[in-house]
């Protein structure tokens, strides 16, 4: 499988400001999709990063507050904006080849203050 | 109602034991079927997955499938204290949403000595 690393590992921000999360893997992939995961729940989809296009959203995500890019197949950021301790969550990026397998990055551990 | 539906547990099992888990999914058009298990700190981890009714075995995990009741199971054989961590169901709905998972609530699972 893809090996797949995000930076930060973690970080505490001030209400208010922005981060940009990355994602990079060590080989091309077709998919690539953002999740998070809300303290003592269960992953939820915030968008798919499609490569030289705009990301595709689920609902309840929007592009202004979770702008994402994908610049080619191994690469993608997502940027969590304006945040709130709402935000606070482990934010993970994961790849797939097209086939039925899926797998997840280490995660973003993210506080916000 | 929800997509994915898992009990939460815990569930505990001594060593040695089979362990079971559960899920129910609502989108009768879903096509393949997935197992993440998640220790505490740590990102999902791909276990299993499976799309065609049945069981399909890897060592000793076994998977089975039934799409006419909408029901997905894990079978853990010969549980190890290793094997304590919150087991994630995970469903493909295929087609156009192809790649993109929703996640049951996750079972709790604790294996003791």
């Known amino acids: 499988s893809a090996v797949i690393s995000q930076k930060p590992s973690r970080d505490i921000c001030q209400r208010g400001t922005s981060l940009t999360i990355q994602c990079q893997v060590d080989s091309q992939v077709t998919m690539m999709f953002w999740y998070r995961q809300q303290p003592g729940q269960s992953l939820t989809l915030i968008a798919t990063a499609n490569q030289g296009s705009e990301a595709t959203y689920e609902s309840g995500f929007v592009i202004d507050k979770f702008p994402i890019s994908r610049p080619n197949l191994t690469f993608s950021t997502l940027t969590v904006s304006n945040m709130s301790p709402e935000d606070s969550s482990i934010y993970l990026c994961?790849?797939?080849?097209?086939?039925?397998?899926?797998?997840f990055g280490p995660g973003t551990r993210l506080t916000v203050t | 109602q929800k997509e994915v539906e898992q009990n939460s547990g815990p569930l505990s099992v001594p060593e040695g034991a089979i362990a079971s888990l559960n899920c129910t999914y609502s989108d009768r058009g879903s096509q393949s079927f997935f197992w993440y298990r998640q220790y505490s700190g740590k990102s999902p981890e791909l276990i299993m997955f499976i799309y065609s009714n049945g069981d399909k075995e890897d060592g000793r995990f076994t998977a089975q499938l039934n799409k006419a009741s909408q029901y997905v199971s894990l079978l853990i054989r010969d549980s190890q204290p290793s094997d304590s961590a919150t087991y994630l169901c995970?469903?493909?709905?295929?087609?156009?949403?192809?790649?993109?998972?929703?996640f049951g609530q996750g079972t709790i699972l604790t294996v003791h000595p």
């Open positions: 995970a469903v493909n709905p295929g087609g156009t949403s192809y790649g993109k998972l929703t």
């Open positions: 994961s790849v797939g080849d097209g086939t039925y397998e899926q797998y």
